[in-house]
């Protein structure tokens, strides 16, 4: 977890230093969850291509091992609810899915096309010891974009799900002083905007200077600074290349 | 921790039993049972348990009898039984009560000696967690190509390999037919049963044969049609010969003291009796065909009311039950589903394949060894006989 406070803070004295300009709090708001989510994003691009390159076994320098803890920070267990056999939901914050298991037996994933063959041989027929599932969109904001059909339909229980939970969106909450200026509000308040208090960024804490270059290259698209875009992009390039070569 | 998990009053008794104190109540009944608790099996019974309660330890109560309309609830993992919340629990309030659930003998049955199989589901994960994955031969797979090449496996294996053999015990009755087995693919031995329980083999003959049709026919030879336009079928009047026939005048077993060999028609008696009977023939155990029109086994007429065993192999997959591999060839099923899943795999090289087409050979090789059941002392005792002088 990375203080949204520390990074708000770093990044407004990075702009002012040569009083360059200014972020408002609802404007920082904006850029942290995009970053974010740019951030947890690249993780899964990342992981494909670590997947690919030569290994080692050290203790600190495994990148496989370290991006891989990264994404576990959002590794969550779940229910997935059967509404009318063989429908079931997601949960609301599903971002991807891990494994989905019925009575300790892994769901298997397979395509529309693909369950029409399988079901029809009865040597791959899906049964409650080896069952599948196929995915389709809900086309209701209100829940989960994703919802499945698993089969076969005498499962009707709900079932546990292990997935990546989407990134909650960070929050630098705050109240104002007698002069205006902007006090940070951690917790929640009444007098606090918003009044849920702060949301602290969920990335893993070696994230925080990633974080904090790439607002910094969006701040300065805001505040219209060419130097401070090129900086942050070039310090974000070059940390790029150290970690993928 | 090992293998079993079921505890030795759960294996030898097929029992699990539960003490409720005086004045205290149960309704849920945990088990570690290796096999799966039914509510219902198809075609056998209701249930493959019952629930029983007794307050002395003699007198047991079976608790769905007492209340018929009570379904009890299985938990997922087919282990523990709950009485649902709309019906009294187990308990008593004057002396403190046994509650047991006793397996079926059907059920206990199948649970002795299940130690020696693995289930199909096992072998199916321990393949993918053992040989899929990244840096492996086979670094994805879908799991519906595995249940394929492991059930194409057990169908094969089950043909030459497993111990498969099926046997039902028939009496033969008097239209001479028994209807094939429901899970039979081919038979290994039909056998006539004597007073003594001696086994005697009735041999497949090709002496005669089953019509797989028998058209009605007009003065001209022609098949007479129905008002559908289809063939009008009879009975089959080889059949009705074959039944009818007198099997010594195949077998050569006759009364010579009234066989009348002075008669100018006598070599019409025995089948190929002229030039010495026939050895094949000469055995009177009696015959039996296939007659794939009506999918039974025909019988020779001195087999009336016989007792008679019907050895024979299925696939292994009949039903879930029966989808279980002895370990003894567990490395086997392993290697054929790694070489099928090789064999059909693009961009694979070929000397791979042909390693794991090597290993699947050597690996079921050593599991027909293994499952042919040679014991040193058996073969000793049969050998005792290589000295025994045969006079002729």
Known sequence: MVNVNTVYRTVLYILNKEQRGYLTPAEFNKLANQVQLEIFEKYFDEMNMVLRMPVNNSEYADREKNLDEKISVFEKDGSCLSTTPPNYSFPVDLHRIGSISYNGKSLERVSHSEYNLIQKSPFTKPTTSFPVYILKGTFDSTIAPLAMDVYPTTINTNLPIHYIKKPSEPIWAYKKNAQGGFIYQEAASATAVPATGSVQFELHPTEQTNIILNILMYAGVIIRDPQIVQNAAQMIAQDEAVEKS | MGLITQTNEEYYAGQKAYTIIQGSSQKVFSTSFDLELELSVDGVSNSNFNLEYSTDGINWSNYIFVNPTVQLEISVDKKTITIP???????????????????????????????????????????????????????????????????????????????????????????????????????????????????????????????????????????????????????????????????????????????????????????????????????????????????????????????????????????????????????????????????????????????FKKDRRAALRNAKIRLSNIKLDEFVQIMRGKSKWIKS
């Open chain 2, 85 to 355: 919340s709309s019906a009294p629990a187990i308990g008593s309030t004057t002396a403190t009560t046994i509650a047991r659930i006793t397996l079926k003998d059907y059920a206990k049955w199948e649970n002795y000696g299940g130690y020696q199989y693995i289930s199909f589901e096992d072998i199916v994960n321990n393949f993918l967690v053992a040989y899929v994955g990244e840096d492996k031969l086979i670094p994805k797979v879908k799991r519906t190509d595995v249940m394929f090449h492991a059930k194409r496996g057990v169908q094969e294996f089950n043909y030459d390999t497993l111990k498969s053999i099926k046997s039902q015990e028939l009496t033969i009755p008097p239209s001479l037919s028994l209807v094939i087995p429901q899970d039979y693919v081919n038979y290994v031995e039909l056998s006539y049963i004597d007073s003594s329980g001696v086994k005697h083999i009735i041999y497949p003959t090709t002496l005669t044969s089953n019509p797989y049709t028998v058209p009605l026919q007009d003065d001209e030879g022609l098949p007479v049609e129905d008002a559908f336009a289809e063939n009008l079928e009879g009975t089959s009047l080889i059949n009705k010969a074959w039944r009818q026939a007198n099997q010594n005048n195949i077998d050569g077993q006759q009364d010579w003291n009234n066989v009348g060999v002075w008669d100018w028609n006598w070599w019409k008696l025995m089948y190929g009796e002229r030039y010495g009977l026939d050895p094949q023939y000469s055995q009177s155990n009696g015959w039996f065909t296939i007659d794939e029109r009506e999918g039974k086994f025909s019988f020779s007429s001195n087999l009336t009311d016989r007792l008679i065993i019907l050895e024979y192999i299925s696939d292994g997959l009949s039903s879930d039950l029966d989808t279980k591999v002895p370990k003894m060839a567990e490395e086997a099923m392993y290697m054929h589903i790694a070489y099928a899943m090789l064999a059909g795999r693009q961009n694979v090289p070929e000397y791979i394949v042909n390693r």
